[in-house]
C-alpha cells in the first residue's frame, strides 16, 4: 500500500475534513493527495517514509510509532538462507526463552523486585514476542510444505 492509498483509506473512515484539519491543510490538498493528483505540497507521509527510510527503519523508531498507536513492534523473523528456522529448532528456542522468562520473573517476585527489574522483564518478554513470530512463521511453513507434499503425493497415486 503506498501513501496515496493509505490516504484514501483514511479519508473514507475518518472523512477528508478531518485529515485536512489534522494537517494543516485544505480538504483539496488531501484529496489530491489521495487521488495522486499533483500538487504543489508533499504528501505528509512521503515525509515521514524519507525519513524513516534515512534512519533505515531504525526499531526504536518503530517501537515509538507503534506505541504511539497503543501496540506493539514485533520484528519478522530472520531468515536463514531465504528460509525461517526449522519447525523444531523454533519450538525448542521459545520453550527455552519463555521457561527463562518465566524463571525471571519467579526469582523477582520471590525477592520482592519485580518493578525494580521491571525493565529486564520487559525486554525478555518483547524479544520473546518476536520468537513466538518466528515460531508462527515456521509452522505456516511446516503446513505449507506438508500440503504441497500430500498433494503431489495424491496427484502421482492418480497417475497409478
Known amino acids: 500500500m503506498d501513501t496515496n492509498e493509505l490516504l484514501r483509506l483514511l479519508c473514507k473512515k475518518l472523512g477528508t475534513k478531518q485529515i485536512a484539519h489534522a494537517s494543516g491543510v485544505s480538504v483539496s490538498l488531501v484529496q489530491k493527495w489521495a487521488g495522486q493528483g499533483e500538487s504543489h505540497r508533499k504528501n ?18 518503530m ?4 506505541a504511539l498507536a497503543g501496540g506493539y513492534f514485533v520484528h519478522n523473523p530472520e531468515d536463514r538462507n ?23 520473573i519467579t526469582r523477582e517476585a520471590e525477592h520482592n523486585s519485580i518493578c525494580k527489574d521491571a525493565a529486564k522483564i520487559r525486554e525478555n518478554w518483547d524479544k520473546l514476542k518476536s520468537l513466538v513470530e518466528s515460531f508462527v512463521v515456521a509452522c505456516e511453513t511446516f503446513r505449507s510444505a506438508t500440503a504441497c507434499a500430500e ?8 497417475i497409478l
Open 151 to 158: 498433494s503431489s503425493m495424491q496427484n502421482n497415486s492418480a
Open 44 to 61: 505528509p507521509l512521503e515525509d515521514f517514509l524519507e525519513f524513516a527510510v534515512a534512519v533505515k527503519w531504525d526499531a526504536d523508531l
Open 63 to 66: 517501537h515509538w510509532l507503534c
Open 82 to 104: 531465504g528460509k525461517p528456522l526449522p519447525l523444531h529448532k523454533a519450538h525448542y528456542k521459545v520453550l527455552h526463552d519463555l521457561a527463562q522468562t518465566l524463571a525471571l
